[in-house]
């Protein structure tokens, strides 16, 4: 007898101790489950209208960045080749071609804030014509443009050689380098162009 109730109360400890899943054991003061509920048109017309930066699927303007380097480089190409000519006192030149354009551009928006960036080195071709001895002498020669980043343009630098050296006068090989060199300031002026169009990508 004594043993059946040690029994009984051993079974009871136990139930009492035993885990239940919370939803089975929930009490009438527990709130009621939430019902779900289909969203119509007019709902998503009425919701406020909210800004957003980045993709459709972003809404909350989380990280999302996004490759730019085929219009930066197509950009850049494009705004130096229609730079024109540049004049010196004893001739003028002009880029001819954009041998190498290379580097990264890229669109980030970070907590629904756009920011944009690039890095870039460029390489020239120029051709001119400069007064040499008394006569006009076509002449050739290569830009070289180190790399450089967004927001660091007054820092640009370039470096210049000319292509044929023969038959021109030390002096007048001096003259043209030197004349080359001002081609550092419409650089750097187109290249401000094509950062203002990048931040309004």
């Known amino acids: 007898m004594e043993g059946g109730a040690a029994a009984v109360s051993a079974g009871k400890d136990a139930e009492s101790s035993s885990y239940t899943y ?11 489950l939430p019902v779900p509920k289909k969203i119509e048109a ?23 960045e996004k490759n730019l380097n085929k219009w ?18 004893g001739g003028k030149a002009e880029i001819a071609e954009v041998t190498r354009c ?12 756009k920011r944009v960036g690039y890095t870039y080195e460029l390489a020239l071709k120029v051709k001119g014509e400069w007064q040499i001895g008394g ?14 980043s967004f927001g660091e343009l007054d820092d640009l630098q370039i ?39 990048l931040k309004d990508r």
């Open 42 to 64: 007019a709902d998503l017309c009425n919701q406020p209208n909210q800004t957003h930066l980045g993709s459709a699927w972003n809404r909350a303007g989380t990280w999302e």
């Open 135 to 148: 006569e006009n002498k076509k002449m050739k020669g290569h830009i070289d443009v180190p790399e450089f």
């Open 102 to 113: 290379s580097g990264d551009a890229f669109l980030v928006t970070v907590r629904n804030k």
């Open 159 to 197: 470096e210049v050689k000319l292509s044929e050296e023969k038959d021109v006068p030390p002096q007048d090989k001096v003259r043209i380098i030197k004349d080359l060199k001002l081609f550092l300031q419409p650089l750097r002026e187109k290249l401000l162009q094509f950062e203002e169009e």
């Open 72 to 89: 930066a480089t197509d950009r850049i190409k494009e705004l130096l080749v229609t730079m024109g000519s540049v004049d010196f006192s």
């Open 22 to 32: 919370w939803v089975r054991g929930a009490s009438r003061d527990a709130a009621p």
